[in-house]
Nanobody, 115 residues
Framework: QVRLVESGGGLVQAGGSLRLSCAAI????????MGWYRQAPGKQRELVAS???????NYADSVKGRFAISRDNVKNTLFLQMNSLKPEDTAVYYC?????????WGQGTQVTVSP
């Protein structure tokens, strides 16, 4: 079982940028499907972006053109570059991954975007 540890969250003004990182400890990272989810207060957890072992990416419509997911299979790390942030991007962001499905989860990192 892989352990996922997120970092990089924080407080930023609207229009700013943040880069989230997720370190994968254990497991075989380079064959995993990986993704970033987020959950805002009072809302369901939603998939923001995903990346396959072959680096094919998918994005939620709400973040297309602003966010970019990437992975470093040498450093066993997943990234989410977030640009042009909006207050509605405020949420706890979770890293997730596994063999073809999202069955391992990190503890989450808070992202807060002020108006």
């Amino acid at each position: 079982q892989v352990r996922l540890v997120e970092s990089g969250g924080g407080l930023v003004q609207a229009g700013g940028s943040l880069r989230l990182s997720c370190a994968a400890i254990g497991g075989i990272f380079d064959i995993y499907l990986m993704g970033w989810y987020r959950q805002a207060p009072g809302k369901q957890r939603e998939l923001v972006a995903s990346i396959t072992k072959d680096s094919q990416t998918n994005y939620a419509d709400s973040v297309k053109g602003r966010f970019a997911i990437s992975r470093d299979n040498v450093k066993n790390t997943l990234f989410l570059q977030m640009n042009s942030l909006k207050p509605e991007d405020t949420a706890v962001y979770y890293c997730s991954g596994g063999l073809g499905q999202f069955d391992s989860w990190g503890q989450g990192t808070q992202v807060t975007v002020s108006p």
